[in-house]
């Protein structure tokens, strides 16, 4: 959905350094802003609040409309021992949708025998809200995205049987990358995200 990134006024220290002091902007729908500036100015510390990852001492961040998401690349890839097709499910919400689809549908199953008329209803409830959730993060055609974004960042399909922790700084970043890709989110904010890749990534 369209959504509007808004900072008003905010600032923020680290130690007895003010790091961003009084600052305000302002993302449209659509638009691409980059941040340009030597290393330790804050430009990692404005989009983790942009992020809502770290709170301001003052000011404020909003987005309109409050149901917007925002998405995160940083600058330091994770480095899990999980697969790499198994963070992508984790980091574009699909593997927790799954979860919380397939809880619901147990539960919808099981008030089908022997549940009363509003503990089905509450089930039914459970089970769209969990489906529409699911369909929403695109869950029903993740891993047919996931070859073709894995495709247009030159990710070799064995990559994603690979542990992530076993991947080069290249790799990595393009795993990064995919997962922003695969996702679904109204704002995107991307720290340095072609660090360690190559020609092809680029």
């Not at 509007?4 to 449209?28: F, G, I, K, M, N």
């Not at 689809?101 to 209803?121: V, W």
């Not at 290249?170 to 904010?189: I, K, N, P, T």
Request: charged share 20%.
């Amino acid at each position: 959905m369209p959504a509007t990134l808004t900072l008003q006024d905010v600032s923020v220290s680290r130690a007895a350094r003010r790091v961003l002091d009084h600052v305000d902007l302002v993302v449209p729908p659509g638009a691409r802003l980059g941040v340009v500036g030597p290393n330790g100015v804050g430009k990692t510390t404005l989009l983790a609040v942009a992020a809502c990852a770290v709170t301001p001492e003052r000011g404020t961040v909003r987005l309109a409309p409050p149901t917007a998401t925002v998405g995160w690349l940083h600058q330091e890839p994770e480095r899990t021992g999980e697969l790499v097709r198994d963070l992508l499910d984790r980091r574009t919400g699909v593997a927790a949708a799954q979860a919380e689809l397939d809880a619901a549908t147990e539960a919808l199953a099981g008030t089908a025998a022997h549940a009363d008329a509003a503990e089905a209803a509450d089930a039914a409830d459970r089970y769209d809200v969990a489906l529409q959730r699911w369909l929403a993060l695109g869950a029903a055609d993740l891993h047919s995205r996931i070859g073709q974004v894995a495709d247009e960042l030159g990710m070799s399909a064995r990559l994603l049987d690979q542990p992530v922790a076993s991947l080069s700084g290249g790799e990595a970043a393009r795993v990064g990358l995919a997962a922003l890709m695969l996702s679904r989110f109204d704002v995107y904010l991307l720290d340095e995200p072609t660090n360690d890749l190559d020609l092809d990534g680029l």
